[in-house]
């Protein structure tokens, strides 16, 4: 089948009371990774690439990889999503080359560091989501900062999301999909501990679920950095401090209260350079690329299958048939987001 919307794998999430993971690609062992994990779990799939995976892996590379994994896997539903797109030039060059999600990331300024302010938030999202939305693509908004800095972006401060704002954002920008901040970071060092409600603001996705009980919410930095892939990677002369992520019974809890879309990056990338290192170690006479090229898949493939099965999009592949984009353009009219102003 053809890339899906995006909104639609989301809208299908809210029916059956689950979550999709969100993964990140640069390459052609992490696509087949999160394809062979959505094949053997039969889950829906998002993958999605920043700006920086697009700039490393050419956006005609990243093209034809994703038109390769709808050829091969044809039985899995699979969106590719802009993640973190700084502009809207950004989310156009996306949508030409045949994303069929975009975020808009108007948290941050254009230079992807510097905070914006709620008008400016308010004024490019809606700008995208008329663009985006009228070749049935979905966006993704966020509002309040995310910690760390990753592939460029962040401004390395936590502001957590305002659940009024949040109920004005949704209504003045039509964004299908909201990203929030609740205290997480991205990278591999989100606490210094294990989270308690303290650190990692549940209570926050359960106030705008109840204002907003529609939205889509999606919780960014959510890697739950596991013990074991931070001590193999160690084991093996990796250099990671100690480290806390967050935990999957929280992402699951969210999971409850409105948050249909769930980032997972860096447990992917924990996964693939442990099992490279083990692999370098044990026989430093190899030289076959392949020789730890496949295991590290392999150890991507591991995390995302269990990802799968926690968030609950396991078995829930074949429920729907795809929606066209222009099916999408047609509902988004009707829906009246597509000519709104503000
Ligand atoms: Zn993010």
Redesign the pocket.
């Known amino acids: 089948m053809p890339l899906v919307s995006m909104r639609q794998l989301l809208d299908e999430a809210a029916k059956g009371g689950y979550g999709v993971g969100a993964f990140n690609v640069n390459n052609l062992e992490q696509v087949q990774a999160i394809m062979e994990a959505a094949r053997e779990t039969n889950s829906p799939a998002i993958i999605q690439a920043s700006r920086g995976a697009r700039k490393y892996a050419n956006d005609r590379f990243l093209y034809h990889l994703m038109q390769a994994a709808t050829e091969v896997y044809s039985e899995i539903p699979v969106a590719l999503h802009q993640?973190?797109g700084n502009s809207p030039e950004t989310c156009r060059s996306a949508i030409e080359l045949g994303f069929t999600s975009v975020m808009m990331?108007g948290s941050l300024m254009e230079d992807a560091k510097t905070p914006a302010d709620f008008a400016y938030n308010v004024r490019v999202t809606h700008h995208v989501v008329e663009m985006a939305h009228g070749r049935g693509v979905t966006v993704e908004g966020?509002l309040g900062t995310?910690g760390g800095i990753?592939d460029d972006?962040g401004s390395g401060e936590i502001h957590l999301t305002d659940p009024d704002q949040a109920v004005e954002f949704v209504e003045r920008t039509g964004v299908d999909a909201l990203?929030v901040a609740i205290g997480t970071s991205?990278g591999a060092y989100k606490f210094t501990k294990e989270p308690d409600r303290e650190l990692l603001a549940m209570s926050i996705i359960e106030e705008i679920n109840q204002r907003l009980p529609t939205a889509h919410l999606v919780m960014?930095?959510s890697s739950s950095v596991p013990k074991e892939l931070v001590d193999l990677l160690n084991r093996y002369g990796g250099e990671i401090r100690p480290t806390w992520g967050v935990p999957v019974r929280e992402i699951q809890e969210g999971i409850k209260h409105g948050v249909r879309k769930v980032?997972v990056d860096t447990d992917l990338r924990l996964a693939a350079t442990g099992a490279i290192r083990k692999a370098f170690a044990e026989d430093p006479g190899e030289f076959d690329p392949r020789y730890y090229l496949k295991p590290a898949r392999e150890a991507m493939k591991k995390v995302v299958k269990a990802r799968m099965e926690a968030f609950g999009q396991a078995g829930h592949a074949g429920d729907y048939e795809p929606i066209s984009l222009e099916e999408m353009v047609r509902r988004y009219k009707e829906e009246g987001h597509l000519l709104t102003t503000t």
Request: no cysteine.
């Open positions: 993640d973190h990331d966020e995310l990753e972006v990203a991205h960014h930095g980032n």
